[in-house]
């Protein structure tokens, strides 16, 4: 879908992020150039809102990032079972600052958070709540889920 090409794009160039808005990119550079290229289709299924991404082979040094784009399937919402698991993995998928990385997933789903020097807690959109605690690294140190009810 164009669309959605363009609006990688559009962020690329409003965000200052060549890596959206070149037409191919050497990784070659990066330690694990793979896991560079991950992140970036990573990123683009966030600024798309497609539910996944497909990695091929394009050649013998190509690989191909493809992102399902299709209305006709529902956003994923917020799982709070998987949401430990997500957060903690999205930190190590996404080098920068964890406690960035988890607001902004919070952002991303309207989640309504509360910020401390040791942690941000956030309503879940199911009535629950999240508390994400961090260490003195900044490091993720425990996810903790409160269904609605309990």
């Known amino acids: 879908m164009v669309a959605a090409t363009e609006r990688v794009r559009d962020f690329g160039?409003?965000?200052g992020l060549t890596e959206f808005t070149e037409e191919t990119l050497d990784l070659s550079g990066?330690?694990?150039p793979r896991r560079a290229a991950e992140t970036l289709a990573f990123a683009a299924m966030g600024v798309t809102g497609a539910p996944g991404y497909l990695?091929?082979?394009?050649?013998p040094s190509t690989r191909l990032y493809l992102l399902p784009v299709d209305p006709r399937i529902a956003p994923a919402g917020v799982d709070p079972l998987a949401l430990p698991r997500i957060l903690t993995s999205s930190t190590t998928l996404i080098v920068r600052s964890p406690r960035l990385v988890v607001s902004g997933y919070f952002d991303h789903f309207r989640m309504v958070q509360r910020q401390t020097e040791t942690g941000i807690s956030a309503d879940l959109p199911n009535g629950g709540t999240v508390d994400v605690d961090f260490d003195g690294s900044g490091r993720i140190a425990s996810v903790r889920v409160h269904p609605a009810g309990r």
């Not at 990695?55 to 050649?59: P, Q």
């Open 30 to 32: 990066f330690a694990d």
């Open 55 to 59: 990695g091929v082979e394009a050649g």
């Open 13 to 15: 160039r409003a965000h």
